[in-house]
């Protein structure tokens, strides 16, 4: 099974379960008798004085108790209201996810916590509808695979320098999410993002007010096009007034340098050739593992190396 099939039928599948938590739970309680107008009494009993009332309780829990309608009002209560609570869930996470974007939705679905499944549920729902949506677009034949080659190509040590020159040049270099060049905006500061920010947080935090959320979207809008769909350790800039920056928080000078993976490289070589020592692998290693690449996917291991990656130098080095 295509991952397109599999993510249309999850979307199928979560959008069947929330149909049958909201539609199927109240239409099995009726059909099961558990009206919720039983809860409302036929006739409402007259005022008594206040001493009364325990007493009157008191006998009509007794009443309820012995007949058994007690222990049938109870469950229709917690059964009523259960659903109440699931229905309201569903019904916010519906409208937080559509006013973020189904395309949110779609990266969210990868890092939602099995605890939140009425989260995930929507998040499959939504990204379901907007396959749909898609697949009126014409296609134009099957994915397209990036391998990285079996054998690198051979090459010179002149070969090696001109291309670490040509892609150390900040005109060479793809937009990163996780660097940002000194030269850019040296009078914005920078702050990293961490698991569960999100744009207008951010904004509230360091502008006083989350409306200005659209401001930080416009300052990174070159390396991060989609602004609600934030990672961990994206480098973000922020306007010039921001507020509450951490101590650590990365400026311009201190920012690092970053250098392209070319074909057949390892940590080992780039370190042989960016900080003059080629044991000086596990630094590189630790200072991008788990940075996002261009590519969408992560380094987990120093031997996993792709071309088109970018690698950041430790600051002492760049």
Known sequence: MTTRAAQRLRGLLAALALLAFVVGIPCGLLALGADSSRL????WPDLAPMSQWPERIW????????TGDLVVTLVVVVAWLGWALL??????????QTRQGVRAARGALARIPRSRWIAGLVAAALVLISSGTASALPTTGSPIVATAPQ??????HATVEALSVQMDSPAQQKPSRTWVDASVRP??????????DTVWGLAEYHLGDGRRYHEIAVLNADRIPNAPELYPHDVLLLPSD?????????TAGAS?????VAPGDTLSAIAGRELGDPDAWPALFEANRGLLQPDGRVLRH??????GWQIHLPAAAA
Do not use: F, K, M, Y
């Not at 229905?87 to 937080?96: G, H, P, Q, T």
């Not at 009078?187 to 569960?196: K, N, V």
């Open 40 to 43: 409302i009494p036929d006739h």
């Open 59 to 66: 006998n009509t829990v007794r009443w309820a108790w012995i």
């Open 87 to 96: 229905a309201l869930s569903v019904a916010v996470e519906v409208i937080r």
């Open 151 to 156: 054998q690198p190509p051979h090459q010179t």
């Open 187 to 196: 009078d914005c500061p920078r702050i990293t993002a961490r698991h569960g």
């Open 242 to 250: 921001a507020v509450n920056l951490p101590a650590d928080a990365p």
């Open 256 to 260: 690092t340098r970053a250098v392209l």
């Open 302 to 307: 120093p031997d996993q190396l792709l071309p």
